[in-house]
């Protein structure tokens, strides 16, 4: 390994902290929704930064963003990195940007060394990792690993009713066909990231190194009753459509704490009533179920036990359900080559680390079915994210970078 790769600490502390400036709504807060003015200026500013360090940068069709670091070498297949910088409302200032600035970071440390690797680095950040804007997450790393395909991506609707090709910007040029990458393309990928969970923090841990990656599956549930008014309809003549889903949401928690495996987590995040008046019965309510594990077949159990407890309020409150299934992926396993290498770099540069798996998933999931795919956590503060409070220290910042530059430039050899 060449003379230490410089992290410049100042440098990409700045960089964090003025990205966070690009939000929809005041600090602490950060709101960057995909393909909205603020992740607009957040693409542009990325590759300002990204040409000021003579890296060469392209968007794809979905608006995967690459930047690359040429490598001597041009017909080996490169090495990659990357992560997002769209955050879903109200969230924190690291989710994704650490992995996107950081990459860039190591970069610029690998050039400004003055080495040149054999195989080329790409930095990618990638579209839509979070599923506000359309409700499905990963959104440009399912495309490039083919999970999600162009027509079912041209079918996609914001609340709004828009559509990717009513809202991607001009410089996303091309058709969607051209999105999908090979298998193959990479000769590795890995991925920086915050936690996002309390474990590394706690044990005052550096590094941790990314085993597997949980299965997240999401459902829209729709319910319908028969509504009327709040008080001429008694008691025994209700189908209230809230509360069958309700009774639902209930269900769900149930499930992942009476589950055999200790990772299984439901979430109902979303709930809309209809018509959401004080004196009137529901007659509908949609609402959205986030249900995961690192174990397929627990995951899977589960949600079976959900949609009978469901079927089972329904019938009894006379309300119908229509279920429908956003995303259900499996888990991704990660490479433990990569990970060696990364942790011989953790500890060259006494950094303390530890195997674990993420709760949370990441493009990396996706990109584990192109390439050999590797994550790096670092810690962030109570393991708190997806809030303003949401914070990961100067240090633990420049150490992951660190470890992932020379990661990289190791597997560009
Ligand atoms: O929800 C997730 O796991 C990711 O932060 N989008
Ligand atoms: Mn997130
Ligand atoms: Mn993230």
């Known amino acids: 390994m060449p003379s230490p790769l410089n992290i410049r600490e100042d440098r990409l502390l700045a960089e964090l902290a003025h990205l966070a400036t690009i939000s929809a709504h005041p600090a602490p807060a950060v709101t960057r929704v995909l393909f909205s003015p603020e992740d607009l200026a957040a693409r542009a500013w990325l590759v300002s930064l990204a040409s000021h360090a003579g890296l060469a940068t392209r968007f794809d069709a979905v608006g995967n963003l690459f930047i690359t670091l040429e490598g001597s070498d041009p017909s080996l297949p490169p090495v990659a990195t990357g992560s997002h910088t769209d955050a879903i409302p109200n969230a924190g200032a690291y989710d994704g940007t650490v992995g996107v600035l950081g990459g860039l970071e190591a970069l610029r440390s690998i050039r400004e060394a003055g080495l040149t690797p054999r195989r080329s680095i ?54 969607l066909e051209e999105v999908r990458l090979a298998e193959g393309c990479y000769h590795a990928f890995v991925e920086l990231h915050i936690e996002q969970g309390p474990q590394l923090d706690t044990a005052g841990l550096d590094i941790g190194l990314v085993t597997h990656i949980a299965a997240p599956a999401a459902f829209r549930l729709y319910f319908t009753g028969t509504g009327g008014h709040a008080g001429a309809v008694l008691m025994k003549d209700r189908h209230d459509a809230f509360l069958a889903a309700a009774e639902t949401a209930l269900a769900v928690e149930r499930a992942a704490i009476e589950s055999p495996s200790p990772d299984t987590v439901g979430t109902t995040g979303v709930i809309r009533i209809s018509p959401s008046a004080i004196n009137s019965i529901p007659c509908e309510a949609m609402m959205e179920i986030d249900f995961r594990d690192t174990d397929l077949a627990a995951r899977d159990q589960a949600l079976a036990r959900i949609r009978e407890d469901a079927a089972a309020a329904c019938a009894r409150r006379g309300v119908s359900l229509d279920w429908s299934c956003i995303n259900s992926d499996p888990p991704a396993v990660c490479a433990k080559d990569l990970l060696d290498i990364a942790a011989r770099h953790a500890d060259s540069l006494g950094c303390s680390r530890i195997p674990m798996i993420s709760r949370a998933y990441h493009d990396s999931l996706f990109m584990a079915r192109l390439c050999p795919t590797a994550m790096l956590f670092i810690p962030c503060l109570n393991g708190w994210s997806h809030r303003p409070d949401e914070y990961s220290r100067p240090e633990a910042i420049t150490r992951g970078t660190a470890v992932l530059a020379r990661t990289l430039f190791d597997l560009s050899a």
């Not at 490039?144 to 027509?151: M, N």
């Open 122 to 175: 790409e930095l990618i950040m990638f579209t839509a990792e979070e599923p506000t804007r359309f409700g499905l997450g990963c959104l440009g790393s399912r495309m490039l690993a083919g999970a999600l395909s162009p027509e079912k991506a041209r079918a996609l609707r914001d609340p709004d009713g828009r559509s990717l090709e009513d809202l991607r910007p001009a410089d996303c040029p091309g058709d």
